[in-house]
């Protein structure tokens, strides 16, 4: 019984990391766009940058950087939080 739930478990894991995806073309983005876009999407749909204010956002990276399904490194977090602070919500 246990090995059948941690069968379960597992293969939603590998279900849900192995959703494909249509390559994202990042070419025409400014390199902190870019980093947003292609580090948030590895896990989810992308945010509005306008849903938390400049203050908030670096909280919610911090979590996510926690959740460590991607990590991403320092330069890519001040990247992202770069693009974010700009598009925030006022």
Same mark, same amino acid.
């Given at each position: 019984m246990k090995k059948s739930i941690l069968f379960v478990l597992v293969s939603f894991f590998f279900i849900q990391c192995s959703k494909k995806t249509a390559p994202i073309d990042?070419?025409?983005?400014a390199p902190d #766009? %870019? %980093?947003f876009t292609i580090t948030c999407a590895r896990c989810h749909k992308l945010p509005k940058p306008g849903k938390y204010t400049a203050e908030e956002w670096p909280k919610t990276i911090n979590?996510? &950087?926690k959740k460590g399904k991607t990590p991403f490194s320092e #330069? &890519?977090?001040v990247l992202i939080l770069s693009y974010l602070s700009v598009h925030a919500k006022k």
């Open positions: 990042t070419s025409k983005m #766009e %870019a %980093a979590r996510m &950087q #330069e &890519q977090e």
